[in-house]
């Protein structure tokens, strides 16, 4: 069994700062590729940003030169520093972990259970 715990959400102003993380625990064998996501109300589901495991990032256009995404291999963690906040970057955030299990061997995508950012003054 795999579990991703989302924090670091809430309400901030236009121009404030937030850190989310997400840790993954339980059964894991392996971790590949970490992502963050985002989703508005009444829209899709959008990357925001990837890290691979050793290190490389991409970003969407939207948050490139505000946003970081990080990762501790150590902790099974991923974060993303986000600066310069607008209130467009209010949405649900959603971290995506490809791992591989060390019970069953099986890899897949994981999801976290979302943390929510408003950014509003």
């Known amino acids: 069994q795999v579990q991703l715990v989302e924090s670091g959400g809430g309400l901030v102003q236009p121009g404030g700062s937030l850190r989310l993380s997400c840790a993954a625990s339980?059964?894991?064998?392996?971790?590949?590729?970490m992502a963050w996501y985002r989703q508005a109300p009444g829209k899709q589901r959008d990357l925001v940003a990837t890290i691979t495991r050793g290190g490389s990032t991409n970003y969407a256009d939207s948050v490139e030169d505000r946003f970081t995404i990080s990762r501790d291999n150590a902790k099974n963690t991923v974060y993303l520093q986000m600066n310069s906040l607008k209130p467009e970057d209010t949405a649900v955030y959603y971290c995506?972990?490809?791992?591989?299990?060390?019970?069953?061997?099986?890899?897949?995508?994981?999801w976290g259970q979302g943390t929510q950012v408003t950014v509003s003054s």
């Open positions: 339980g059964s894991i064998f392996s971790i590949y590729t």
């Open positions: 995506n972990v490809d791992l591989r299990e060390s019970s069953s061997y099986r890899r897949g995508d994981y």
